[in-house]
Nanobody, 117 residues
Framework: QVQLVESGGGLVQAGGSLRLSCAAS????????WGWYRQAPGKQRELVAT???????TYADSVKGRFTISRDNAKNTMYLQMNSLKPEDTAVYYC???????????WGQGTQVTVSS
């Protein structure tokens, strides 16, 4: 069983930076898509960024050029570097790992990011 634990959220002023971490425990196999999602109050959860095989990345248009997703396979940890933060980035951020080939799908507990104007 895979468990994901996020950390690194907090309160930051607009224009500031935060780095989120997602540590995975348990057996991680190949073909897994890693991603960050966020959910703001009263809104649906949305995809922020994904990374596959440690190299192929995708980003939501709203965060392109400001956020960077990465993975350290040796540490089994995923990161989201968030720069030039805006108040509209305020949300609970969740990490996710799911398989493209099986029913495996795991979520972290979420970490709050609040950007003040």
């Amino acid at each position: 069983q895979v468990q994901l634990v996020e950390s690194g959220g907090g309160l930051v002023q607009a224009g500031g930076s935060l780095r989120l971490s997602c540590a995975a425990s348990g057996s991680i196999f190949t073909g897994v898509v890693w991603g960050w999602y966020r959910q703001a109050p009263g809104k649906q959860r949305e995809l922020v960024a994904t990374i596959i095989s440690g190299a192929s990345t995708t980003y939501a248009d709203s965060v392109k050029g400001r956020f960077t997703i990465s993975r350290d396979n040796a540490k089994n940890t995923m990161y989201l570097q968030m720069n030039s933060l805006k108040p509209e980035d305020t949300a609970v951020y969740y990490c996710n790992a799911h398989s493209r080939y099986t029913s495996f799908n795991s979520w972290g507990q979420g970490t709050q990011v609040t950007v003040s104007s």
